[in-house]
């Protein structure tokens, strides 16, 4: 059996509403869990040569007081009565390094980011903060734009039948155990996971051999060898679906909606690319548009990297 592994959970807040929104369901997955909750906020003030001069050490340390205060504010108002975040850590650098290089020091199991603003320069491609964490995680990153509900009662996750979908699958899956309802009386399954794989409507042709009798079977085969990797048969009730689409990411989003899905769990690149490109991607549209929480699984294991040094200003650790 795959064990789910939540030991350390790292909350990315930009002190923003939607901010509150990935501390809420950070609190949410650690007090459940049991992890250790390290929450992080970045200062992103532009590293120039005139910097010392116009911008004074003392201003710069004014505004990372005030920034600590804030988050040490922000923990106290929306965490349950008694609990305490293992470490609340403010670091001057852009905010995406801050993210991926405190992941890698804290070690965490799952990012937990909001939609992060959008820099006001620099990163056109990438847009935002949050995309550019997603393109670059080797961990896996729970996208949380309103509210994050548990226990969860049904997790949606597309799937292409490819390696990097299978580990996406095992995660919805481990995730849907882990964090489910316990079920009812009689012993019926708390929580669903719906396993959905769309065939583009270009392949809805007689000369093509792309239909529910072909792909039904295949996917049997996955969710099958998924259920028995994972060891969840009798704490998750599991349907799959075959489903013709135009968009899929149009698809996804629109079937997360009918079904009131409470978390959407998909890969985020898919066989043969050098970088993941989230931007444009079907995870991409999915985590922009999608009614519920997204946790993006990449298809590679996290690697030891140089934790922050000289990007570290103040950091604060629960006794």
């Known amino acids: ?13 930009d002190l923003s509403p939607s901010g509150d929104a990935a501390l809420r369901a950070g609190l949410q997955l650690a007090e459940r869990s049991g992890a250790a909750l ?4 970045a200062l992103d003030v532009p590293i120039v040569p005139y910097l010392q001069e116009h911008f004074p050490a003392a201003a710069l340390r004014r505004q990372v007081l005030e920034a600590e ?13 008694g609990f305490r975040a293992h470490s609340c850590a403010v670091f001057l650098a ?13 070690k965490a199991d799952v990012l937990v980011l909001g939609p992060h603003r959008a820099r006001a320069v620099g990163d056109k491609f990438l847009g935002t903060t949050a995309d550019r964490v997603m393109q670059e995680s080797p961990r896996p990153c729970l ?9 969860l009662r049904r997790v949606l996750a597309p799937v292409d039948l490819s390696t990097r979908a299978s580990l996406a699958l095992d995660q919805a899956l481990l995730w849907a155990q882990r964090l489910g309802g316990d079920g009812d009386a009689i012993g019926l399954p708390g929580v669903e996971v719906r396993v959905v794989h769309v065939i583009p409507r270009i392949f809805q042709n007689k000369d093509f051999p792309f239909d529910r009798a072909v792909i039904g079977p295949e996917l049997s085969r996955e969710v099958g060898a998924a259920v028995q990797r994972t060891g969840v048969a009798s704490r998750v009730a599991v349907r799959e679906e075959v489903l013709w689409g135009n968009t899929p990411a149009d698809d996804l989003v629109r079937y997360a909606g009918e079904h009131a899905a409470d978390l959407l769990v998909m890969g985020t690149h898919g066989a043969g690319t050098v970088r993941r490109a989230l931007i444009g991607s079907v995870a991409s549209g999915v985590t922009r548009a999608a009614p519920c929480p997204v946790l993006l699984v990449p298809g590679t294991l996290p690697q030891e990297a140089t934790p922050l040094q000289d990007a570290v200003v103040s950091q604060t650790t629960a006794s």
């Open 1 to 13: 059996m795959v064990p789910l592994a939540l030991r350390s959970i790292l909350v990315a807040t």
């Open 38 to 41: 390290h929450v992080v906020h």
């Open 69 to 81: 205060a804030a988050l040490d504010e922000r923990v106290r108002e929306l965490a349950p009565e």
């Open 94 to 106: 852009t905010p995406a390094r801050v993210i991926l290089e405190r992941a890698d020091v804290v």
């Open 143 to 151: 996208v949380v734009r309103e509210s994050f509900e548990l226990p």
